[in-house]
């Protein structure tokens, strides 16, 4: 019997956890799209199993219920390859493909298996604005009814659409994922070993996504800095739409200008997740180090207990005078037959691990928590003062704006910039913006957009805008 691709989706996304393991399946074998037949079908029949137990019925009224027909006659290989939800199988190999849209539908109903970019990814749309910079730049006509200019305009549009999907499906991934592993962290029981090994994979992928996604996420929205093959991708979308701004296509350039600020404005995210991952990434760090120093002693202590005195050797002893000896503490396991000056000592008949475990279960709870919270505060001791200097200097512009004369200007931009040059030291453009959205909520002012292209500039920063005028309201 023949199911319609939608009534087979429907079931799947009703019964999601089943194709949310297989993606689980995907991403931690790297194959793809690949998963094994037997996998599929072991999935479809616990799925049917938990529509309609199996408990105390016969195996004819197993075969006759309709949920279990409805379940075998949507979800078969075969519907699924006819319904193209399943574009392959090999019985061959044992393998079959899903439909990459199925895949990336199940993908978004939870951030943390969503896909997040890595460099490869990043450098494949910086080489794609490059290219399209480059045909630009040759374009044989600009007239908008020209085929060629229509068809490169689409491909332009389509590709920074395509790059602000891929960078806010990159920030939820990370997000989500980030979230996940914290809380392992965050919840973890020192005296329980399995949570003690979940928080280590944790902390291990933490430095993971940070050295790998986020620093690149980092590196691709930066626009001032120099590459050897091309612009940055952010710049070279810029520069693609002054060209069209530069042939009488201010729409176009407007379009291409807003989008280059929706991806700029997740370089914010970033910045957060960057924030928040660093502590995880210090604490991986340390934890390393701290393991790498406990190895190397118990190394020392097993090469020397087993080449000098395993109870294997015949009448090899330690020196009574052996530096071993100077540390007594570390070797409460041992006892010693009697105090000569080759004194000959044995292990303890207790099991180590035992005692070992028992003094982690008593001795645990002693420890006094927050200890390192605290050296980590210690360490950024000057970020306090710099957030108090910025929240007084957010201020100071706030109390000039409330000060600035209410008066009709034409350029509301130019205008700001003059009055808060004097006001605020080493204003910069992003300020000016600041104090505009401050000035907008001041009543008696209406703020209006002309769209008219204008042009902010200083010895460092260069600011493309509509223009703006004042009215005055008398309050209103």
């Known amino acids: ?157 389509g590709e920074m659409r395509m790059a602000l999907a891929k960078m806010k499906e990159n920030v939820d991934s990370l997000q989500g994922q980030a979230s996940r592993l914290a809380d392992l962290v965050e919840n973890m029981r020192v005296e329980v070993v399995d949570d003690v090994r979940k928080a280590q994979a944790a902390l291990e992928e933490i430095n993971q996504i940070y050295t790998r996604s986020i620093i690149p996420s980092l590196q691709f929205l930066s626009e001032n800095v120099d590459i050897k093959d091309g612009k940055p ?70 090469s020397a207990t087993s080449d000098l005195h395993n109870g294997n050797l015949r ?31 044995e292990w303890s008949d207790q099991n180590p691990r035992a005692v070992f475990k028992e003094h982690l279960r008593t001795a645990v709870r002693k420890v006094e928590a927050g200890a390192t919270i605290h050296r980590l505060e210690a360490a950024g001791t000057g970020l306090g003062e710099a957030e108090r200097a910025k929240d007084a200097r957010m201020m100071l512009i706030q109390t000039s704006m409330d000060q600035w004369p209410a008066t009709a200007v034409e350029d509301l931009h130019q205008a700001i910039h003059r009055h808060l040059i004097d006001l605020v030291p080493d204003i910069t453009l992003s300020e000016v913006l600041i104090a505009i959205d401050h000035l907008r909520r001041r009543k008696g002012i209406r703020v209006k957009t002309d769209y008219i292209m204008g042009r902010l500039s200083n010895e460092r920063q260069a600011l493309t805008y509509y223009k703006r005028h004042v009215e005055l309201t008398d309050g209103i």
């Open 1 to 157: 019997m023949s199911v319609n691709a939608d009534v087979a989706i429907i079931l799947l996304i009703e019964n999601k956890w089943m194709f949310l393991e297989l993606i689980d399946y995907m991403d931690n074998e790297g194959r793809g799209e690949e998963v094994p037949m037997r996998l599929y079908e072991s999935g479809v029949r616990r799925l049917m199993d938990k529509l309609d137990p199996p408990a105390g019925k016969s195996d004819r009224a197993l075969q006759s219920s309709p949920e279990r027909k409805k379940v075998a006659a949507a979800l078969n290989i075969d519907n699924m390859k006819r319904a193209r939800l399943i574009l392959h199988s090999d019985h061959s190999t044992g393998v079959l493909f899903f439909a990459p849209f199925l895949i990336e539908m199940f993908r978004h109903f939870d951030n943390s298996r969503l896909r997040h970019l890595n460099s490869a990814d990043f450098e494949n749309i910086r080489g794609t604005f490059n290219r399209l910079l480059k045909e630009t730049r040759y374009l044989q006509s600009n007239d908008p009814l020209d085929l060629d200019f229509k068809a490169h305009l689409g491909v332009v549009r």
């Open 315 to 345: 009448e090899v002893t330690l020196p009574f005078k052996h530096s071993v000896f100077a540390k007594v503490p570390l070797f409460n396991g041992m006892k010693t037959h009697r105090q000569t000056y080759e004194a000959k000592f």
């Open 233 to 302: 991708a952010l710049t070279a979308l810029a520069l693609i739409g002054d060209h069209y701004a530069r042939n009488g296509h201010i729409h176009i350039s407007s379009d291409i200008l807003y989008g280059i600020e929706a991806i700029r404005s997740y370089r914010c995210d970033i910045d957060l997740l960057r924030n928040s991952l660093s502590r995880y990434v210090q604490q991986s760090e340390a934890q390393r180090r701290a393991y790498d120093c406990i190895e190397k002693a118990w190394n020392a202590i097993y």
